[in-house]
């Protein structure tokens, strides 16, 4: 019985913390809540985490936090542990010699379009 | 000699890659095959164009998509939201929150090429992340599918420095196809894309509410619903966010609807039964709220519902 109570309370708190529920009645179910169970993992921790990351990797801490608020639950889950292994629009290696002559040719017949100025070969 | 070793296997071992992905263009066949039927040239003329800088191409096509349908903001106003130092670029999921912090709607598509082309024949440019590279030389980059032309089996893209980049469907597909064929269309609320289902357009729907305006999260819905009535979680969010905004009778409508496409969802009575206690059906709504417990007796959170809306009467 105590127990139950113990997890009610804890389970509401959470759902109210989490920002589940952008209605006046408690009792509502949120649409957010609708979607496919997450695995289990402590939300909130994870946002925390991600928004530290964001700063060692150079964003200003204010920055972050809005940032990170605007992420769903989803994605905060599908970033877990993983931020700085996604694919980021417009980061590149380093160009060797002879991968820029590699890519010339790749570039040439299609495979790649590194250089927009390389028409490629139909 | 020795010293180019290295080099000559690289170039072997790339060389090999390109040619085994060459072959790959499978989308392109097909719309040479059976092409869609949408106009034969089309181009979205009037898509703003931002020269990127450095490598901040995330920006610069994340302004294009957004400020296509009204003038909303700029790429150096961008930058500092979505752009990682360290990473020298911007995450997909940075580009969805973005567009939504900006009131847009994002939409990511089914990763079909004839998608992308429907859209831009619907009036809508569509945002596409590429690999210019390869897989283990990754150059990520985001660019704007502005155009196309069906009889010259051509793309053309807002991309980089170049406003007007035409390149064969073939080559675009080899490069989006790196990118695990990731297209999103940004639509401010109130516009509905063609080429989207029910399921990504209501994942969008629920990500625009955590950071929208409710009005336009009513929007949002209220054309998911149109188009879409038969869908229980669009149902159920009109419910939500027009109790939200106290037009509880609209709830009721939406919530009574949902009741009835899933009877077995709990969560549909019980929300139901807010709305109906609100407008001071009691009757009605004790009735709903104890079919929503009926259906799932161990759930506290319904017996919870029974007492709040007791206490409400």
């Known amino acids: ?16 913390f989490l920002g589940f529920f952008q209605t006046a009645n408690a009792g509502m179910v949120g649409t957010q809540q609708l979607l496919p169970a997450m695995p289990s993992l402590n939300l909130e921790q994870v946002r925390q985490d991600i928004k530290v990351q964001l700063v060692d990797l150079g964003v200003e801490q204010q920055q972050a936090e809005i940032r990170v608020a605007a992420m769903t639950d989803a994605q905060i889950s599908e970033l877990n542990h993983k931020l700085a292994d996604l694919p980021a629009g417009a980061s590149a290696s380093g160009t060797l010699l002879a991968v820029f002559i590699v890519l010339v040719i790749t570039d040439v017949i299609g495979a790649t379009d590194i250089f927009p100025f390389i028409k490629p070969v139909q | 000699m020795s010293v180019l070793k290295p080099g000559y296997r690289c170039l072997a071992g790339l060389a090999f890659i390109a040619l085994t992905s060459c072959s790959t263009a499978k989308q392109s066949i097909q719309l040479y095959e059976s092409p869609p039927d949408i106009p034969s040239y089309v181009e979205l003329e009037s898509a703003p164009f931002y020269p990127q800088r450095d490598y901040q191409c995330g920006p610069a096509a994340l302004a294009t998509v957004i400020n296509f349908h009204k003038p909303e903001t700029t790429p150096d106003s961008l930058v ?17 929150a973005a567009s939504r912090r900006l009131n847009r709607l994002a939409i990511e598509q089914d990763g079909q090429l004839t998608s992308i082309l429907k859209e831009v024949a619907n009036g809508n440019p569509v945002l596409v992340m590429q690999n210019l590279g390869f897989e283990g030389y990754p150059y990520w980059h985001y660019a704007v599918v502005i155009g196309y032309d ?5 793309i053309i893209l807002r991309s980089g420095e170049i406003k007007r980049l035409v390149r064969p469907f073939s080559v675009f597909e080899r490069t989006w196809q790196r990118s695990k064929f990731w297209s999103v269309i940004v639509v401010p609320a109130g516009v509905m894309p063609v080429t989207v289902n029910a399921e990504s357009y209501s994942k969008a729907a629920i990500a625009f509410e955590l950071t929208s305006a409710k009005q336009q999260s009513l929007l949002v819905y209220q054309k998911g619903v149109q188009r879409w009535p038969g869908n229980f979680l669009l149902q159920m969010g009109l419910g939500n966010i027009s109790y939200a905004l106290n037009e509880y009778s609209e709830a009721e409508k939406a919530f009574l609807t949902a009741t009835k496409l899933k009877p077995q969802k709990a969560e549909a009575w019980n929300n139901l039964a807010y709305a109906l206690i609100m407008q001071g059906k009691k009757k009605q709504s004790l009735k709903s709220v104890n079919k929503a417990i009926e259906i799932e007796p161990e759930n506290s959170q319904y017996r919870d519902s029974l ?7």
């Open chain 2, 80 to 96: 500092p939201q979505i752009y990682i130092p360290e990473l020298k670029g911007t995450l997909q999921i940075e580009m969805l």
């Open chain 2, 307 to 313: 007492i709040e809306i007791g206490k409400l009467m």
């Open chain 2, 150 to 154: 069906l009889d010259k089996r051509e």
């Open chain 1, 1 to 16: 019985m105590m127990n139950q109570r113990v997890l009610t309370f804890l389970s509401v708190s959470i759902f109210i």
